[in-house]
């Protein structure tokens, strides 16, 4: 425990503004020599023992902006199971965020979108697909690629209508008949997916 408490003491001894080390915070932008000195700081203190990853070992640079406005959205679209559309160039997505539709057209500001039971449509040229998410996150990249995450998905034509009635009619009359808050929740959880589930058949 002593050598833990030695290597934290000289590794994060604060320093002067003139004299910026790789572990300051004063740091004013990304070092690339950043990790290569840590590692020669950590073995001078702790030689015996290798050192620990930092952040930047599992992150790829970001992708560069480009200078024009792209012709094209890139989404990719994955399920855990499955990955539904791989690099796919489009003209425009339309997202359920919590916050109402969305829509993401080329060159859409950098977002992060928490996605709710509804529609996905993928827009290309005059072919518009459905897909029905339960949720996920939608993440838009500056540069035109939109990474769209979901739990669950299914095309909206192989949704079977007649399902979706009875099984929307056993919530409600769950939610009716519920007396604790944990029954309370997931009769309403069931009535709001299956709600969804008939408004994007019907609409």
């Given at each position: 425990m002593f050598m833990f408490r030695q290597a934290s003491r000289l590794l994060g001894r604060p320093t002067c503004p003139s004299r910026i080390r790789a572990l300051c915070t004063e740091v004013p932008a990304a070092n690339p020599n950043a990790d290569s000195a840590f590692i020669e700081s950590w073995k001078k203190v702790i030689p015996i023992m290798d050192p620990p990853?930092?952040?930047?070992?599992?992150?790829?640079?970001?992708?560069?902006?480009?200078?024009?406005?792209?012709?094209?959205?890139?989404?990719?679209?994955?399920?855990?199971?499955?990955?539904?559309?791989?690099?796919?160039?489009?003209?425009?997505v339309m997202v359920?965020?919590?916050?109402?539709?969305?829509?993401?057209?080329?060159?859409?500001?950098?977002?992060?979108?928490?996605?709710?039971?509804?529609?996905?449509?993928?827009?290309?040229?005059?072919?518009?697909?459905?897909?029905?998410?339960?949720?996920?996150?939608?993440?838009?990249?500056?540069?035109?690629?939109?990474?769209?995450?979901?739990?669950?998905?299914?095309?909206i034509d192989q949704i079977d209508a007649i399902l979706v009635q009875k099984g929307l009619a056993e919530f409600t009359q769950k939610l009716s008949s519920a007396t604790t808050d944990l029954e309370k929740a997931e009769a309403q959880i069931g009535v709001d997916v299956h709600s969804a589930l008939n408004s994007a058949l019907t609409g």
């Open positions: 990853k930092t952040p930047s070992t599992y992150t790829e640079p970001r992708p560069p902006t480009p200078s024009s406005l792209p012709s094209k959205l890139t989404v990719n679209f994955v399920l855990p199971y499955s990955s539904e559309l791989s690099g796919k160039e489009v003209d425009m359920p965020a919590t916050t109402g539709q969305m829509g993401v057209l080329p060159g859409h500001v950098a977002t992060i979108a928490e996605l709710k039971p509804g529609v996905l449509s993928v827009h290309e040229g005059s072919d518009v697909t459905k897909y029905f998410v339960s949720s996920g996150f939608a993440f838009i990249h500056a540069n035109s690629v939109a990474d769209i995450v979901a739990v669950e998905a299914v095309p």
